[in-house]
């Protein structure tokens, strides 16, 4: 039997009651980072194109430069090119708004001034140009897609939906911030759909290693198309891989199977 990687509707539905009631509770921004990260279903699915979710992974706290981290980063590919979607999240208590007022909260500007500095600093060609050829070359794969182009996205989760739901002037100003490579939604949206979205791998870049940190098997993809000595994981994930490989259907060769080939080679830390 395949590993389960999507909600039944049952779980969805626990799962969904469980977010919202912690949204309520007003924690720390970290918590609700920490929570998306043991449950990933919860990650937003913005910009996807039509190879989906590349590698089922997500990387927490990316490191652009030495100060920029994005809260989560994700690639998604066509046959022709990359999206590379940077999302910063804020907490639920979060505010757009200034009182009953349409005039935009400090908490809302400083977030659109984050997703503007990172605007910048992606926009300097060195920088693009380090990110590709650096810092995500290793998961821009298969090799024949490594030179296509990246399309930066960027995505703000942001406060509750409550703040502007009903009220259309809010709305639209919310929306006026918006670009066709940014969006911004509320922390409410990242609980619509979770049953259609697939659990995800959180990985983490180091200066030598993209360490998977997640335990269980999600899919065969980094085992697949990863060069092993480019990534490490932990036991747990090694010893969830090697029972669940027998699942994989991707071959290197006739009679062998990309997942036997690479497994054993791969660095557990």
Known sequence: MSPSIYLTPTEAEDKRTEFLSLLDENEKEQIYQEYLEGNTEFIPREFIQNHGLHLSMVFRKYPLSSDYKPDFLYLAKSSDNWNVVLIEIEKPSSKYFVGNTTEFHRDFLSAIQQMNDWRAWIDTPANLESLKQNSLSSVLVPSQMHGNPLNVKYLLVHGRRAEYEGNELRKSKIRSMEREDFKIISYDNLA??????????????????????????????????????????????????????????????????????????VTIY
């Open 192 to 265: 619509v759909n979770i049953n259609d979205h697939k659990k995800l791998y959180v990985a983490k870049k180091t200066n030598n290693y993209i360490d998977i940190l997640s335990d269980s098997f999600v899919d065969d993809g980094i085992f697949t198309w990863m060069t092993p000595t480019t990534y490490r994981i932990n036991q747990s994930l090694h010893d969830d891989t090697d029972k669940n490989k027998h699942h994989s259907n991707s071959y290197i060769s006739v009679n062998v199977k990309a997942i036997d080939h690479n497994l054993p080679k």
